[in-house]
């Protein structure tokens, strides 16, 4: 190992933007483990996920916040005021738009909240795989009308083109400071919420209904029995009955599925035979109950 040249650098960085943009692609790929969630349906990723990027000269600890959209529940206007709120103590702001789509009315609502926070914003182009290189000139430009970036950077974060140079870009943006966590760890979340949010992400792949955002799982137990097979209880909460009939599906068949997917993410992630029980329940309207959203452990 080569001596360090300087003093190493540390801090946390946000990633925003609007649903299906590839934020959670663009996590996996930086830290190159799948613990982002990844859904062709908008939404999914509800709480952060500290994903940390450590190299011989510095530590990068990004927060993938809660999409910021507009809303119409108590749960949306949580997610926005949590979000701004990470995103005054960061370092600097990851703010992903998708190329090969129209800049929207996501896009502009987005970066009309980052014009209230007082921290380096980066516009980073993403899925340039999808687009012809003279495309991009035009794109920036009207983004670059919106808002001024501290620094474009386009990427395919699929690809992993030009990601390099973002995790570049950023170290110049980080202070001196300390390793906050040991090198090889990824994430900070602990096990449990990234078994619930496995099982969410089954639910959402699986499932055609219009369902998906008015669910939440709670892992009830967890833990080891003697032959070393990790039991796991969970708990799916929708909002109405006929939800929870499109959940457990013909014969449990769909809640069979979920199960059987979840399962082999979870033996992947976790090492070891895991035992999954599903239950499915319903709380009525708890998008919008503050006590319902505490016990499931958002907090402001
Ligand atoms: P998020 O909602 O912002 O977290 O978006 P996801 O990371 O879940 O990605 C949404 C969809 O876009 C997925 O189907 C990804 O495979 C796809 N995607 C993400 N990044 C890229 C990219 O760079 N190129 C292409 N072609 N697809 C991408
Ligand atoms: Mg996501
Ligand atoms: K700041």
Redesign the pocket.
């Known amino acids: 190992m080569s001596e360090p040249k300087g003093k190493f650098k540390s801090g946390f960085v946000a990633i925003v933007?609007?649903?299906?943009?590839?934020?959670?692609?663009?996590?996996?790929q930086v830290i190159g483990q799948k613990i982002?969630?990844?859904?062709?349906k908008?939404?999914?990723?509800r709480n952060k996920i500290h994903g940390v990027y450590t190299t011989e000269d510095k530590q990068i600890v990004f927060l993938?916040t809660p999409?910021i959209h507009k809303s119409n529940s108590k749960l949306g206007d949580f997610m926005v005021k949590s979000a701004l709120g990470a995103l005054e103590e960061v370092e600097a702001i990851l703010f992903?738009a998708?190329v090969?789509e129209e800049l929207g009315g996501g896009d502009r609502f987005i970066i009309e909240q980052l014009k209230k926070v007082n921290t380096p914003v980066f516009l980073v182009l993403?899925?340039?795989?999808?687009v012809q290189p003279e495309a991009l000139l035009p794109i920036i430009d009207k983004y670059s009308k919106l808002h001024t970036f501290t620094e474009v950077v386009p990427?395919?974060?699929?690809?992993g083109?030009n990601v390099t140079t973002l995790l570049e870009q950023i170290g110049r943006y980080l202070p001196e400071g300390p390793m906050y966590y040991p090198a090889d760890q990824i994430t900070d979340h602990p096990e449990q919420f990234i078994c619930a949010e496995l099982i969410r992400e089954k639910i959402l792949q699986t499932t055609r209904e219009e369902i998906p955002h008015s669910i939440a799982v709670e892992i009830e137990s967890m833990g080891t029995g003697d032959n070393g097979v990790v039991n796991i209880g969970a708990v799916i909460y929708v909002e109405r009955p006929s939800q929870k009939g499109i959940i457990i599906g013909k014969n449990g068949a769909a809640l069979k599925e979920v199960g059987k997917r979840a399962r082999h993410d979870m033996e992947r992630l976790l090492g070891s035979k895991i035992f999954l029980e599903l239950w499915v329940k319903v709380k009525e309207d708890w998008r919008n109950r503050e006590s319902v959203l505490k016990s499931l452990g958002f907090r402001h």
Request: hydrophobic share 25%; proline share 5%; aromatic share 0%.
């Open positions: 933007g609007r649903p299906n943009v590839g934020k959670s692609t663009l996590m996996n982002a969630i990844m859904s062709d908008p939404q999914t990723t993938d999409g992903l998708d090969s993403n899925k340039i795989d999808k990427v395919s974060a699929r690809d083109n």
